[in-house]
Structures are given as structure tokens and as C-alpha cells.
């Protein structure tokens, strides 16, 4: 039997051999024992003179320390604490001095180059912003729980204080505190200032746009010009070559007009990129005097001609100015037809034409007068023949031509008479002549127009006549175009008309009712296409009065069926015509090039000054936004200033919001006392390479261990316990307590002091008889094979196992358990097998389960052994005593420890293996450690898993708290 010995020599100073296996301590070391059980740790001072912040200052009487008298040096005039202080001060006076630079930029135009740098210096300091400010009011922050630190504060004050370090930390901490106070909803609404500083900063300067007016000259062609046509003569061949050259030049503007693409008829400027103006009576009221919008819409409304008015040194931007024209109007009637007929009473009748009175419209300087009243025009024959009328005239005929009945008085048309007068003789032959006379009569003038149709050559023609009112009408037009750059085409475009406001001539007036004017359209107008006389093919002009439309107009092939145009659109189309012709004798010299070069010229021409509106970006100054960031900034500037001045007030050193806080004044480290006199960053630097770790230490209170901070190397883990199902969880100081099935009930360190104890305290002949027992058993067949057919060496096992529990494991793995269904469990089974496929890694294996197969569940602890190999009996039971001490901590502590509701371990990550094997270490080194000391025999049992506890660096698999999780 194993004899109990009582020894009351500390088992840290005896040797190992003489430790006994469970000792139990007397009446007079019980007391010692408790009076001990806490360990006050060795706290030796260290000088470091030269890496704090705040040293004890030295008597010079006698060179010592002066002991308790320390006293602080001021490390606030330290030269970073004062770059500080100007930083905090500095930095919030230039985002307020930004914020005036960026007020003198309303209204202004942006240039890109300074535009840019504003851009660029507001996208900076956005972010910026934020950053400086939670550096300011976070040291704030932060000085301000210093310095009531010293005065003497609550801990939910300095906690609030120290928390309100950043925007987010602020919230987030008050919401985990729960607390609302005035100094909560204080910090709140000045971190507000944090992101909204920053949006204001990016919101504050805008950019916008607006119309800048400056005034300019406007100048655009006068339509009341003398027709060049006026000034032509055919007396000599010289001129009439020259003549000629200037008519070929105006037909060929004509048919370019004419065959224009649809697009540029229907648009606001010509093929040119002239104004054109539209006819006020196709949209509007020509009697009402306001302002008419003119419709954008196409069908909505006519031009009165074809050609546009040039207008040039239109400036860059938007301009808008009124622009005085005249046209040719007339009103059409319906159309007569004369054709073919064959009646018995009265024969055949044939279509006859009007012949026209040529008279006063011939080629010389001195013609003829002829009364009004009588069809006055070039009779081009419309059978084809040559005019014979005047021999120097070899025109061929044409399919249509024009007449006149009423023409001014030849008095008007007098060269000596104008020069006699005073006058010029270049502002003859238009209207413009009598705006200023008074008692001038004019009648209704009337034009004709004739055309022949015929189907073929052979065919009987028919003659379809017009008689169209003609009148001179006079709008001033609203002009609005647009310019990109000097060197871009400008766009012009009527927006608005009435009628002139200016004195003019009798409408019936108009640049027909001169003779000279008219002899040469009522000639050259019908033959500007150059169809001579075939009837029966296509004429483009007529085509056009048919249907405007290019398309159509060049794929005729058989001659337009006037009679079938409604009178008022043939008005239109007739006046686009014949204005166009009358207005390019005026200016086909300026019509192609007048409008597209910006620094033309012409004559005549008006002139007039407008205002040039040229839309700007311009840099605009939210003012709610500008506001918001220099109240900001007043904010920063304040906590800046209040950062300062709390600095210099304080004395102590800065100890709050450092982790080396912590371990200032612990006791479970060997840390200078001049420690509490250091500044936390400077206690951080000192100790930044010490190692520590939250958990468990070594010393402890009446077999607790203590929980704090401290070195990594003397310091376990401490992990979260699991959840426990029990009614009453008993005090785990007394040794009468039971699992009674409290499966994880205690704390690992707690568990394996007591189970030590609980081995200590054993009846000292339960415990000789048990070691004895132990002892032989383990030696006998220590050395023999273990052979998993033999039933006498698996019950060997059994017996051995059944002793290790009863005296190093309190008996709880193989204490039998009475259960509902009447079975009789424990929780320990074990399985050694050849071939263990549970045991794939490595040589033995365990896992806990739930037994629920039966009414009455229990935690059964699964233990697997793997005999592939040569493994002796000896190592068998090692492995068994190894996985039974992992087994029975996992079981029975929080660490791991089982749990009924979720029906498995608490679960833990790989990344722990290797970090919480302090405890089962020891208890694994006690059990092997204890049997050794029994027999020579045992001296080496268990020696690989004591080598491997001690190999902290090595990963050790027996010994690895991780598995425990997995």
C-alpha cells in the first residue's frame, strides 16, 4: 500500500524525486496555506532618466533621490507641444481666410487656369478637413479629460471625453454607454462640424451661368436699294457684254436658289447663310402692330423670298436686334384657261395668248411711254420663235412670262430731272423715292402672268393666265443670332415681326413699277432657267410654283399643271420668285460671301447698335453653404485655441486613451515606479517590444487564479465560457462539490486546482492503496506488446484507467450515472483497435457526444487508440492518460465545456492551437511527474509528453488547447 506522507516543503524548492504524489496539509500549514495563496509579484525600480517625460528631481545637498518628494517636470514648453499649439491654431486661420478669398469670387467670370487651381485647392482641403479637425478637437478631447483627470472627475465623464475622439467614436460610444446628457449632446454637436465642414467646403463654390450684354455694331444689307437692273444699258456692245457677264451671274444664284435641298428652304437662312425673311401675312395680321411670333413650324408659315438678307459683324455670343426689309406681296386670283375647242355652230377656236405692250420696256435710255392701264411686258413668244421687236435682242422665247398694267410717272425716272433737283441719281428707280413726298397718287398695281402648256410638239396648247395684285410690303423684323467663336458660322433667324414703324412709300409702289426694273424680269425672269420655248417639257421655275419640293421638282418630265394650285399658295410661291430675282439684282454681289464673313462690307447698308449677350460661366457663392463652413471653421478655430490653453493648465502626465495604461501601475508585471510619472506615449515607447496578454496570471486568491494584464509568457488565455444549463452553480473552493452533471461549470484553472487538491486530500490509506495499486499495475507488462485480441490486456487498460481517474480526476469520467431509461452510464468510452480509421492523423484521437439513444442523455467522452505498429502497453496508457486529462478539462470546464442546448463544444478557431495549453500542461506534468516518483520502473513513463509541455516553441499535438475546439 502506498503510505501517505505529510511534507510542508514548498514543492517549487524540493526536488522532484522527493515530491510526493499527494500531500495533505496539517491544521498549522492550512492557514499558511490560504495566507498564501496570494502571491504579491516582485516590483523592482528601474531609473530612467533620460526616456521620461516626468523624473524625480535631486537633492543637491546630499546627491540622493529625494524620495517620496518627487515632483513634475513641465514637459508643455517641450518644442513639439508648442508646434503643436500653433498647428491647432494656425490650421483653422487659413480655412477662414480661404473662405473670405473664396467670397471675392462672386459674380466673377471663370478663366479656366484660376478656375482649375479653386477646383483643385477645394477638392484638397474637403478632405482635409475632416483629418485636421478630428486631430484639433480629438487633442481637445482629450487634454480636456486630462486635465479633469487632475481636478477629480467621474468615470463616465472621462469616459465620455475620452470616447469623443472622432465623429463615429462619439456615436458609437454613446450608444454602447447609454447615457444622454448635455455634455453627450455637446460632443454631438461638435463633431457635427466634422462632415459637414467638409461637404460645405465642396458645396460653397458653384459655378453658373449667365448672359453678359456688351454693345456692338450690327450691319445687314438694305432691301430698299436701288435694283441694279436700273443702271444696265444695251447701247453699246461693250456694256452689253458686260451686262451679260453680271445676268449670267444672277441666273445661276437664281437656279442655285431654286434647286436648293428642301432642308435650306424651309430653314431660317439661305443656301448662304443669309436671314430670310418671312411673308407677315402667311402666319400673322399684316394690320396689327404688335409684335407676331413667327412659328417654327414649316407649314405654318411662307418666306418671301428665297435669298436672304446678308448681315455681317455679328459678334461672338447671343444678339438680338430689329432689322427693317421690304418685299413684294401678291394676291392671285384663280386661273383662266384658254384652250382648244371644236363647235359645229361657230367652227374651231384655238387658245390665243395676251400680247403684251413692249413699248416703254425696251433696252434704250429713251423709251416710249404708254398709258397705264395697258398689259405692259416682254413678249417672249411662247411658240419658241426668235424676238424680232428689237434687232439687237436674239433671246428665244420661253413656256412663261410676266406683264404689268400700272407704272410710276416717267418724270420719276428723269435723270436731269433728279440732278436738277439736287438729287442723287443712285437713289432713283425705287420706292424708297417717294417716303418723304406728299399728294402722290398711286393705283392698284396689277401683274399678269402667262404660261403655255402643251403635252408634245404636235400638240394643241393651252395658255393658263394669273392676275395677281401687287403690292410693296414693308416689316421690321426681330433677329436673333448666335455665334460660337469669331471664326464659327453664325445663326440667324427671324423670331418676331410687325409692320415697319417707319414712314414709307404707298404700298401699291413697289421695285416692279419701275421700268427699268421691270423690262429686264419681265425678260429674264422666265428664261433665268434657260427652257426656251419647249412647252411641253419641264420648266424648273414652274415646276417649283407647282410643288417646291427639289425632289419633285427635278423629276418632272411632263409640264406642271398650274390651273390646280390653290391661288393663295401660288401668290407665295410666285413672290418667292420674282423677289428673289428683284433682290439678287441688288446684291448678288453681296448675297454669297455678305453673311458668312464676319468683317464684310456693303453698300448700301444699315447700320445698328446692339447689345451682345454672351452667356458666361460665372463662379455663384451659396451662401447657406459658405455660412455652415465658416461657422466650421470658427469651431475648429476655438477647439484649436481651447487646446492650447488646456495644455499649459495641465500638470499631471497624459495617461489616457494608451494601451500602456493598462500595465502603468499593474502588479502582474515588473515595471518601473517612475512609471506613473511618464506620459503614456513615452511609457509606450519604453515598453513596445514587451509581449502581454489579457487572461489568466500566475498568482491567485485562495486557489483562483487572477485575471489581468500581463506578460505574454506568464499569462493563459482566458476564453469565453459556454453556456451552462444548471440551476445553482456551487462555490468550487470546497472540495465536497460534485459534476452532478454541471458539465462546464468551471473555469480551466480553477478546475485543475481543485482536481490537484482534490488528490491531496485523499483519506491517506484510500490513497496509499490506490498508488499502490496504480503502481504495480502500470509496471506489470510495461514493457510488453499490446495485443488488441488479448481480452486480459484490453481489461489491463481498463483497470489502469479506471485508478488514473479515481486518483488524479476526482472519479468523475467513470462514475457510474443513473439515468431515466433505467441504463447505467458513464462518460468515458474507449476504443483501442487495430486500424482506427477515427484515428487518421495521429496515433489517438477523442471527442465528446451527446448520447441521446435512450431517454436520459449524457455527455459521453469517446477516447480512440490506434495499435497499428509496435506499440507496448506502456504507450498505450500514456496516450490514454494524455487524451483522459485533455478529456476530462474539456468536459467539466467553461473552456470547451459541453452544452445540452446545442448538443456540442464551444468552437474555436485553428489559429488557437498551440495558445492555451497552460493549464493542461500542468495537469498532464502532475500525473506523469507523480507516477514517476513511485518506482524506478516509472522513472521514464510519460517523459516524450513532459519534454513536449516543456518545448513552448514546438507544436505539440498531445498538448495543443486547440483541439479541444474542433
Same mark, same amino acid.
Given at each position: ?105 462672386? *459674380? ?288 428665244? *422665247? ?569
Amino acid at each position: 500500500m502506498i503510505s501517505l506522507t505529510n511534507n510542508t516543503m514548498n514543492s517549487e524548492s524540493r526536488p522532484r524525486e522527493q515530491s510526493p504524489l499527494m500531500t495533505t496539509p496539517d491544521s498549522e500549514n492550512t492557514e499558511t496555506a490560504k495566507t498564501q495563496g496570494f502571491r504579491e509579484p516582485s516590483v523592482r525600480e528601474k531609473a530612467h532618466t533620460h526616456d521620461t517625460a516626468y523624473e524625480a528631481v535631486r537633492d543637491q545637498s546630499d546627491g540622493r533621490d529625494s524620495g517620496a518628494a518627487h515632483e513634475f517636470r513641465r514637459a508643455n514648453k517641450d518644442p513639439f507641444v508648442i508646434l503643436v499649439d500653433v498647428f491647432a491654431v494656425i490650421c483653422p486661420a487659413a480655412f477662414l481666410v480661404f473662405a473670405f478669398l473664396v467670397l471675392k469670387l462672386d *459674380g466673377q467670370v471663370i478663366d479656366d487656369a484660376p478656375a482649375r487651381q479653386y477646383r483643385n485647392a477645394i477638392t484638397i482641403l474637403a478632405t482635409l478637413f475632416p483629418i485636421i479637425f478630428a486631430a484639433i478637437v480629438g487633442r481637445l478631447m482629450s487634454q480636456v479629460a486630462r486635465w479633469k483627470l487632475e481636478k477629480g472627475a467621474t468615470m463616465g465623464v472621462l469616459e465620455q471625453l475620452m470616447g469623443s475622439r472622432t465623429v463615429g467614436g462619439t456615436l458609437l460610444f454613446h450608444f454602447q454607454l447609454r447615457v444622454l446628457n448635455l455634455l453627450a449632446l455637446f460632443l454631438v454637436l461638435i463633431w457635427i462640424f466634422s462632415p459637414l465642414g467638409g461637404q460645405s467646403i465642396l458645396r460653397m463654390l458653384e459655378t453658373r451661368s449667365r448672359t453678359v450684354a456688351q454693345p456692338a455694331d450690327v450691319v445687314y444689307f438694305n432691301t430698299d436699294a436701288q435694283s441694279q437692273f436700273a443702271s444696265w444699258s444695251d447701247v453699246s456692245p461693250t456694256s452689253n457684254a458686260y451686262n451679260v457677264n453680271r445676268m449670267s451671274i444672277v441666273n445661276a444664284m437664281y437656279n442655285a436658289l431654286i434647286l436648293s435641298p428642301d432642308a435650306v428652304k424651309s430653314g431660317a437662312m439661305d443656301v448662304w447663310g443669309n436671314v430670310k425673311i418671312p411673308a407677315l401675312s402667311s402666319y400673322g395680321d399684316s394690320g396689327n402692330s404688335d409684335w407676331q411670333s413667327v412659328p417654327q413650324n414649316d407649314t405654318e408659315r411662307e418666306f418671301s423670298s428665297l435669298v436672304g438678307v446678308p448681315v455681317t459683324k455679328v459678334a461672338e455670343g447671343n444678339t438680338t436686334f430689329s432689322l427693317e426689309s421690304s418685299y413684294i406681296h401678291l394676291e392671285c386670283g384663280n386661273f383662266s384657261v384658254s384652250s382648244f375647242s371644236y363647235s359645229p355652230g361657230s367652227g374651231t377656236t384655238f387658245a390665243t395668248e395676251v400680247q403684251f405692250n413692249e413699248t416703254s420696256l425696251c433696252m434704250s435710255d429713251r423709251c416710249n411711254s404708254v398709258a397705264n392701264g395697258t398689259w405692259q411686258g416682254w413678249n417672249l413668244r411662247l411658240n419658241g420663235s426668235l424676238i424680232s421687236n428689237d434687232s439687237n435682242n436674239q433671246d428665244r *422665247g420661253a413656256g412663261w412670262n410676266l406683264a404689268l398694267d400700272n407704272f410710276i410717272d416717267e418724270l420719276w425716272i428723269d435723270y436731269d430731272w433728279y440732278t436738277q433737283r439736287g438729287l442723287k441719281v443712285e437713289d432713283s428707280n425705287r420706292p424708297d423715292v417717294f417716303a418723304e413726298e406728299k399728294g402722290v397718287v398711286a393705283n392698284p398695281t396689277t401683274l399678269l402672268f402667262q404660261a403655255k402648256e402643251q403635252t408634245s410638239s404636235y400638240a394643241t396648247p393651252e395658255y393658263t393666265t394669273s392676275r395677281c395684285g401687287a403690292t410693296q410690303k414693308y416689316v421690321e423684323s426681330r433677329v436673333h443670332c448666335s455665334r460660337d467663336s469669331p471664326t464659327a458660322r453664325q445663326n440667324c433667324s427671324v423670331i418676331a415681326q410687325r409692320p415697319s414703324q417707319k414712314p414709307h412709300a404707298d404700298e401699291n409702289i413697289s421695285q416692279l413699277s419701275f421700268t427699268r426694273v421691270f423690262r429686264y424680269v419681265s425678260r429674264k425672269l422666265p428664261q433665268a432657267t434657260n427652257h426656251f420655248a419647249s412647252s411641253y417639257t419641264s420648266d424648273i421655275s414652274l415646276n417649283y410654283l407647282e410643288n417646291p419640293s427639289s425632289a419633285t421638282m427635278t423629276a418632272a418630265t411632263a409640264p406642271p399643271e398650274l390651273a390646280n394650285i390653290p391661288p393663295r399658295d401660288f401668290g407665295y410661291r410666285l413672290a418667292q420668285l420674282v423677289n428673289s430675282y428683284v433682290f439678287l439684282s441688288q446684291a448678288f454681289s453681296n448675297a454669297p460671301s455678305g453673311s458668312v464673313d464676319a468683317m464684310a462690307s456693303f453698300e448700301p447698308n444699315v447700320t445698328v447698335v446692339v447689345d451682345v449677350k454672351t452667356p458666361v460661366e460665372v463662379f455663384h457663392i451659396s451662401g447657406a453653404w459658405i455660412a455652415l463652413y465658416m461657422l466650421s471653421c470658427v469651431v475648429l478655430l476655438l477647439g484649436g485655441v481651447m487646446s492650447a490653453v488646456v495644455t499649459h493648465f495641465v500638470h499631471g502626465p497624459e495617461v489616457l486613451g494608451y494601451a500602456s495604461t493598462v500595465v502603468r501601475d499593474s502588479k502582474f508585471m515588473d515595471i518601473s515606479t517612475a512609471a506613473g510619472r511618464m506620459d503614456g506615449i513615452d511609457l509606450t515607447r519604453m515598453l513596445k517590444d514587451r509581449r502581454v496578454r489579457y487572461g489568466y496570471t500566475q498568482l491567485s486568491v485562495e486557489n483562483i487564479p487572477l485575471v489581468g494584464v500581463g506578460s505574454q509568457e506568464e499569462t493563459d488565455v482566458i476564453l469565453r465560457p459556454c453556456v451552462v444549463h444548471m440551476n445553482d452553480i456551487a462555490s468550487v473552493s470546497g472540495l465536497e462539490l460534485q459534476p452532478q452533471d454541471q458539465y462546464g461549470a468551471y473555469y480551466i484553472g480553477e478546475l485543475v486546482m481543485r482536481t490537484i487538491q482534490h488528490g491531496l486530500s485523499l483519506d491517506p490509506d484510500d490513497a496509499t492503496e490506490a498508488q499502490d495499486k496504480l503502481k504495480y499495475t502500470l509496471i506489470e507488462g510495461i514493457h510488453e506488446l499490446y495485443d488488441n485480441q488479448s481480452q486480459g490486456h484490453f481489461v489491463h487498460i481498463l483497470e489502469v484507467v479506471w485508478i488514473v481517474d479515481q486518483c488524479f480526476l476526482q472519479g468523475w469520467l467513470t462514475r457510474i450515472h443513473d439515468r431515466l431509461s433505467g441504463q447505467r452510464l458513464s462518460h468515458l468510452q474507449i476504443a483501442v483497435r487495430d486500424g482506427n480509421k477515427i484515428c487518421e492523423d495521429s496515433c489517438s484521437n477523442f471527442r465528446v457526444e451527446l448520447r441521446d439513444d435512450d431517454i436520459g442523455s449524457l455527455p459521453i467522452v469517446y477516447i480512440d487508440i490506434d495499435t497499428r505498429g509496435t506499440w507496448t502497453i506502456g504507450h498505450v496508457v500514456e496516450m490514454l492518460i494524455h487524451e483522459m486529462v485533455h478529456r476530462y478539462l474539456m468536459l467539466f470546464s467553461c473552456q470547451g465545456g459541453f452544452s445540452h442546448e446545442f448538443g456540442g463544444c464551444s468552437q474555436y478557431s485553428h489559429d488557437k492551437r498551440g495558445r492555451h495549453r497552460h493549464y493542461p500542461r500542468m495537469l498532464i506534468k502532475h500525473v506523469f511527474e507523480t507516477i514517476q516518483e513511485w518506482d524506478d520502473t516509472l522513472r521514464f513513463f510519460g517523459e516524450v509528453f513532459i519534454d513536449r509541455c516543456d518545448q513552448d516553441g514546438q507544436y505539440d499535438a498531445l498538448v495543443d488547447m486547440g483541439i479541444l475546439y474542433m
